[in-house]
């Protein structure tokens, strides 16, 4: 096993990561800042050299550094684009060494015990480290040690040749309570810290202090923990000559659609879109997109859903490479072959080979709604899709629901409760038996027209012709209303 004095681990800091990422996108002269909203008020999150130099600093208000700094250029911070992008950082610090991990928000750490060698040494890696920064237009600070709270250290307080013992406080990765409560003890630097008897300080501070600083010596092993890649779902073929006929291409696709759904399977996935790129020889490409109804990974059914849309790939003078790729994967766990499900499958196949043809906003499907309200609790919606308000489908309804059921048509009825008659869709209907009431109460949180109906008490009624139909009345409105009609 590798001794500890031996590890070699490198701290990256990227201290103006958020403003790097905008500004390698859109370039601007001059002050610029990254804001975030914090405590009702605009405040900086990050900026560049230029803004800097004009006094501003993290934290401070906006406002306030429009006062001190009117040319300044301000963007909004997007943390989900910044751990985007500190994640293509982290993959493109592993061509130095293979073990790369995320350090926070803005920084990552590498053991490179074993991959010095490879840079002519530690002077080796952080020069190349720093000339590729350079050349990408991104502030980076580094710092190399035995220990990874050494590393964090020197990367962001450390100066040439400085040693562990003269880093400060701040340099311990501790709490800013923690820093406060030293400082007031008189304590600036690691070498004041070490000096201290470890009983009281734990006693006083807590175990917090000393585990920090057991770790910044070393004493205390840290591990560097690999961020693990998610896992694509691509396959190429590289052809030895150009295709250009539609069987040629249906071969190529079969032959990536093995591996690809191997792996879909492999991960228990599947597949919802799948695009194919075909490459031609003039360095051109033509794309072909499928959606999918439900998620699949079976290549005999996927496959000839591409038959439908091969005839619309020009090859021009020849094709020498083609990519499948699922874009959109969804979870789809392993299931006993045969019984019920075969028939999901093949319902999910069907509505796929529809909208590919069609497109799937051209088949379309009822969706259950979280409403009580007749006229809410389903939606007609496109194939794949699913209704907004269904998050938590309603409790089944205690009584029956009528098998037809169409917008409220409003009768007149005798007064009566229920009504022993009433005139509906121009005919005299006499009622005999009837069941209720049951009552819905109205959506008081959406203004619209059903909710101004109100409160509605509905009635099972059977007429004296044998109908049995649906009526509520609204009693806000002194209105009666037939909704549907029982089988």
């Known amino acids: 096993m590798t001794e500890a004095a031996d590890r070699r681990i490198v701290s990256m800091w990227f201290p103006r990561l958020a403003s790097d990422r905008i500004l390698r996108a859109h370039p601007v002269e001059g002050p610029f800042a990254v804001t975030i909203k914090r405590d009702n008020a605009e405040r900086i999150h990050c900026l560049n050299a230029a803004a800097e130099a004009e006094g501003l600093s993290r934290g401070m208000s906006f406002a306030d550094a429009r006062a001190f700094c009117p040319q300044l250029v301000s963007r909004p911070a997007d943390f989900e684009a910044e751990a985007r992008f500190l994640s293509a950082l982290r993959r493109h610090a592993t061509g130095w060494c293979p073990w790369v991990g995320l350090d926070g928000a803005d920084g990552l750490v590498l053991d490179a015990t074993g991959s010095l060698h490879l840079w002519e040494g530690a002077e080796g890696l952080l020069t190349r480290m720093r000339d590729w920064a350079q050349g990408a237009g991104i502030c980076l600070q580094t710092g190399i040690a035995h220990s990874r709270g050494a590393a964090w250290g020197l990367a962001r307080f450390g100066r040439p040749g400085d040693a562990l013992a003269d880093l400060p406080i701040e340099a311990l ?285 509905y009635w099972r009624i059977e007429t004296a012709d044998g109908r049995r139909l649906w009526l509520f009345h609204a009693p806000q409105r002194m209105e009666w209303f037939v909704q549907g009609e029982f089988a």
């Open 173 to 457: 990765r501790l709490d800013h309570s923690d820093v406060v409560a030293l400082q007031r003890l008189g304590l600036r630097d690691v070498a004041g810290l070490q000096a201290m008897r470890r009983g009281p300080l734990a006693r006083r501070l807590g175990r917090q202090v000393l585990m920090r600083l057991d770790q910044l010596t070393g004493d205390l092993p840290e591990p560097v923990a690999p961020q693990t890649e998610p896992p694509h779902f691509g396959t190429r073929l590289t052809l030895p000559d150009p295709i250009g006929l539609r069987d040629d291409l249906r071969a190529a696709i079969a032959r990536l659609l093995g591996p690809l759904c191997a792996k879909l399977k492999a991960h228990e996935m599947g597949a919802r879109q799948l695009s194919a790129t075909m490459r031609r020889v003039d360095r051109g490409s033509q794309q072909i997109a499928l959606r999918l109804a439900v998620p699949m990974r079976d290549e005999a059914a996927i496959l000839p859903l591409f038959d439908l849309r091969l005839d619309e790939v020009d090859a021009g003078f020849g094709i020498d490479q083609v990519r499948l790729v699922a874009s959109q994967v969804e979870h789809l766990p392993a299931r006993q072959i045969g019984g019920l499900a075969e028939g999901g499958d093949k319902l999910g196949v069907l509505i796929s080979r529809l909208g590919t043809r069609l497109s799937l906003g051209s088949v379309q499907h009822f969706a259950q709604g979280d409403s009580h309200v007749p006229e809410r609790g389903f939606a007609v919606l496109p194939a794949g899709l699913e209704c907004d308000d269904a998050g938590d489908a309603p409790r089944p309804a205690r009584r029956p629901r009528p098998v037809r059921l169409f917008d409220p048509e409003p009768v007149e009825a005798d007064g009566c409760v229920p009504p022993r008659g009433f005139l509906w869709r121009g005919a005299r209907v006499v009622a005999g038996h009837a069941e209720g009431p049951e009552r819905l109460t109205y959506e008081w949180w959406r203004a619209d027209a059903l909710s101004r109906v109100g409160l509605r008490d």
